[in-house]
T-cell receptor
Framework: QKEVEQNSGPLSVPEGAIASLNCTYSDRGSQSFFWYRQYSGKSPELIMF????GDKEDGRFTAQLNKASQYVSLLIRDSQPSDSATYLCAVNNQAGTALIFGKGTTLSVSS | ETGVTQTPRHLVMGMTNKKSLKCEQHLGHNAMYWYKQSAKKPLELMFVYNFKEQTENNSVPSRFSPECPNSSHLFLHLHTLQPEDSALYLC?????????????FGPGTRLTVL
């Protein structure tokens, strides 16, 4: 069974700090990596995707991918209370037909 | 709004009832998905449809029966469910098949089985 592992948290950071969310995956054939944010009682919404090793930045968010280590992370700079949510890591299966999701990490940003 | 709608938003049913969940996407996508989200568990993929054809059934019990009449509509027919089937059921769509294209989620149906 291919798996995506995330620390469930909660991860607590003060407002303005950098939040670092981590994810490891077991399928070496995975090529596409996604970060979704899910507020309580809402559906997941896409934050970022990354396909290549290295960093990808979008505003306050940076996704980092290391395929050799099978590791993907999400950095949130200048964290805001509105960033408080559960962050889901998703990885495509080797067949490319579906996404495998982690359980998510709950982030709490205190003002 | 993501362009994916789901009805009803909340559903309470008994174990002997038959009900259906509906999903509609207005994005012109070709692939649609049903997921189950239970507390403390990862999102579980249930079914995948690509151009109306089912491409994946993730060992889902037969009490869940999907139907995809066209690329814009997806149904999940429910019958003789169990209390452990209570969960949030999410529909999603993507332009191409799941692995590389971004999936957009609907708001979900919160199902309670008594």
């Amino acid at each position: 069974q291919k798996e995506v592992e995330q620390n469930s948290g909660p991860l607590s950071v003060p407002e303005g700090a950098i939040a670092s969310l981590n994810c490891t995956y077991s399928d070496r054939g995975s090529q596409s990596f996604f970060w979704y944010r899910q507020y309580s009682g809402k559906s997941p919404e896409l934050i970022m995707f990354i396909y290549s090793n290295g960093d990808k930045e979008d505003g306050r968010f940076t996704a980092q991918l290391n395929k050799a280590s099978q590791y993907v992370s999400l950095l949130i700079r200048d964290s805001q209370p509105s960033d408080s949510a559960t962050y889901l890591c998703a990885v495509n299966n080797q067949a490319g037909t579906a996404l495998i999701f982690g359980k998510g990490t709950t982030l709490s940003v205190s003002s | 709004e993501t362009g994916v709608t789901q009805t009803p938003r909340h559903l309470v049913m008994g174990m002997t009832n038959k009900k259906s969940l509906k999903c509609e996407q207005h994005l012109g996508h070709n692939a649609m998905y049903w997921y189950k989200q239970s507390a403390k568990k990862p999102l579980e993929l249930m079914f995948v449809y690509n151009f109306k054809e089912q491409t994946e059934n993730n060992s889902v019990p037969s009490r869940f029966s999907p139907e995809c009449p066209n690329s814009s509509h997806l149904f999940l027919h429910l019958h003789t469910l169990q209390p452990e089937d209570s969960a949030l059921y999410l529909c999603a769509s993507s332009q191409g098949l799941g692995g590389t294209d971004t999936q957009y989620f609907g708001p979900g149906t919160r199902l309670t089985v008594l």
